[in-house]
């Protein structure tokens, strides 16, 4: 049985969530070295906790990358992020990309990416999932 974190979601501080939650998420890189992207960190946090497990993922940039926030995760947690979404999906809508392995050809990755592909909508809505996420603890 897990036990849940007692946090009040109406005045939470995303620092106090990360800590109680992600424990040292400071040092996790990508195969890039880069730590996750400030922005983004809540999310992925929150991805994670809901054994929806993480690989990559950006914030979102207006000079170069993607202008819209993304989270990669491993496609063996499909079925954990379906029911997040089953739940969520009246919310706002939030897309899949799936993405095979070179070699393979087998689905290993699965994209999450905003319906709106602009930096302020993309994060709007990235923004409503983790609220979403943190009134579900």
């Known amino acids: 049985m897990e036990i849940k974190k007692e946090i009040n979601p109406e005045e939470y501080d995303i620092g106090v969530i990360i800590a109680r939650l992600g424990g040292d998420v ?10 996750i ?5 809540p999310l ?15 914030e979102g940039h207006e000079n170069w990358g993607e202008p819209f926030p993304w989270i990669d995760f491993e496609y063996t947690s499909f079925d954990n992020f379906l029911v997040l979404m089953e739940e969520f999906e009246h919310h ?3 897309h899949c990309m799936f993405l095979k392995d070179y070699h393979t050809k087998k689905i290993s990755v699965v994209r999450v990416i905003p319906e709106q592909k602009n930096l302020v909508e993309g994060r709007q809505q990235f923004k409503k999932f983790e609220e979403f996420l943190i009134n579900k603890l």
């Not at 400071?26 to 730590?35: E, H, P, Q, V, Y």
């Not at 992207?37 to 960190?41: A, E, L, M, T």
């Open 37 to 41: 992207d400030p922005w983004i960190k």
């Open 26 to 35: 400071d040092n996790i890189t990508d195969r890039l070295g880069k730590t």
């Open 92 to 94: 706002v809508h939030i």
């Open 44 to 58: 992925v946090v929150l991805f994670n906790h809901n054994k929806v497990v993480t690989t990559a993922s950006c």
